[in-house]
């Protein structure tokens, strides 16, 4: 497994733009496909991205495509999301999560790893 901190969050004006830091510690962090999932008071949680141990594929919510881009590093064991155009609906508690195997998947249930979460609040 691999232990996972998000940073990045914060409050920001309908339309601006954050990037989301997620660092990981372990040697193995490359074997994992890694994604971003959010969840908003009184909600479920929710798939937002997810990227596989390459960095070659990516998918995206519906709600976010095009918005959002998620990419990662290897060589410094980090994923990235960044968020432009934000809305007020994006407002969540944002978790990064690692499933040990090379591929995407977009249910939270098949990740291993997750982190605390960083809190995005979107002003109107």
């Known amino acids: 497994q691999v232990q996972l901190v998000e940073s990045g969050g914060g409050l920001v004006q309908a339309g601006g733009s954050l990037r989301l830091s997620c660092a990981a510690s372990?040697?193995?962090?490359?074997?994992?496909?890694m994604g971003w999932f959010r969840q908003a008071p009184g909600k479920e949680r929710e798939f937002v991205a997810a990227?596989?141990?390459?960095?070659?594929?990516?998918d995206y919510a519906d709600t976010v495509k095009g918005r959002f881009t998620i990419s990662r590093d290897n060589a410094k064991n980090a994923v990235y999301l960044q968020m432009n155009s934000l809305k007020p609906e994006d407002t969540a508690v944002y978790s990064c999560?690692?499933?040990?195997?090379?591929?995407?998947?977009?249910?939270?249930?098949?990740?291993?790893?997750w982190g605390q979460g960083t809190q995005v609040t979107v002003s109107s």
């Open positions: 372990g040697r193995t962090f490359s074997y994992h496909a």
């Open positions: 999560a690692a499933r040990y195997a090379p591929d995407i998947r977009i249910r939270d249930y098949e990740y291993n790893s």
């Open positions: 990227i596989n141990w390459s960095g070659g594929s990516t």
